[in-house]
């Protein structure tokens, strides 16, 4: 898992309603609106572990102080599913997904694959907390920290959900299971990372359970039974 910032590649989210512009058309029904400031750059200290670092991923922190802005604020405007990609008529989020599927899924809906640093502040909000939640870990809300992720021919288990089930663990934007549940596949512009992709929240990866974590060593076709989406625009 790479968690560290990308000097050599910005790519600069399209904002909506700026100065001069006409006023941007409201979301679609199952899109929520994310605005406000995002911080380029957080410090965030975590006061409690549940383990050690280094043990299930990069630990499990229980609590986190609140969360402290070391970057610049840059102002963003764009829309955001609300839930994961569900395909009608199924009640799971879809998974076996590689981000190139995802894109063209996105595309061929009228929308485009989320950037890492939109996906970023969907998550955390302007108070840039560590869950979408707040300072303590979701673990009774979110679909994560589950007990067995393995069968007994230490195969993966389908951990999925469906969306409709994790009503309490929402964002401060009102963005639905953003940590736990699939991973979901999102336009790298933040993590250092030898491919354009990258992967977000799931509940595979216990440092990945929070907002600002993502995996960026698997490639634009990598696909497994965990891997989705969620569209923006």
Known sequence: MSVRPLAALVLVPFVLGAAGDPPAEPCPGDMVAVEGEYCTAVKQHCQSWMEPPGIAGDGRCAHFDPSECVGERKPMRFC?????????????????????????????AGKRLCLESEWNFACEGEQMVPYPTGLDRPSTVCNFDQHHLLDHFGKPLDLRKPSSSLVDCVSPFGVRNMVGNIDEWVERDVTWGPHRSALKGGWWL????R???????????????????????
Do not use: M, V
């Not at 216990?206 to 359970?209: D, I, S, V």
């Open 211 to 233: 907002c600002r974590p993502a995996t960026t060593a698997h490639d634009e076709i990598y696909r497994d039974f965990q891997t989705g989406l969620r569209c923006c625009r």
């Open 206 to 209: 216990a440092g990945r359970n």
């Open 80 to 108: 955001i599913d609300r839930d994961e990609y569900t395909p009608a008529g199924q009640t799971l989020p879809a998974g076996t997904l590689s981000w190139t599927d995802a894109r063209k899924i996105c595309t061929d």
